[in-house]
Nanobody, 125 residues
């Protein structure tokens, strides 16, 4: 059974850092892409970062580029989102999503099929 579970959310002060984790169960290491999304109240869901199956290719939304870093440890079937220089506007529910990769593509995916439950990140003083 394929499952994605996020963890690591919480309350952090502006300018602080937080690391989110995404545990992917049932996936074959190296054969799935991972993306992080977020959604704030009253706003559309936003894809903020993605990483290819091998970890060699990553993308970032302009809103987080230079502040957030996505990574993965395929031996642990876990992806991470390291968030630094956090701003109040980063407050949102953060979701991890995964999709299976067929063939030998090593790029971020177009769409994602397996979603976590979300973890709340609140940036406030």
């Amino acid at each position: 059974q394929l499952q994605v579970v996020e963890s690591g959310g919480g309350l952090v002060q502006p300018g602080g850092s937080l690391r989110l984790s995404c545990a992917a169960s049932g996936f074959t290491p190296g054969y799935y892409a991972i993306a992080w999304f977020r959604q704030a109240p009253g706003k559309e869901r936003e894809e903020i970062s993605c990483i290819s199956s091998s970890g060699s290719s990553t993308n970032y939304a302009d809103s987080v580029k230079g502040r957030f870093t996505i990574s993965r440890d395929n031996a642990k079937n876990t992806a991470y989102l390291q968030m630094s220089s956090l701003k109040p506007e980063d407050t949102a529910v953060y979701y991890c999503a995964a999709t299976l990769i067929y063939g030998h593509r090593d790029e971020c995916a177009v769409g994602y099929d397996y979603w976590g439950q979300g973890t709340q990140v609140t940036v406030s003083s």
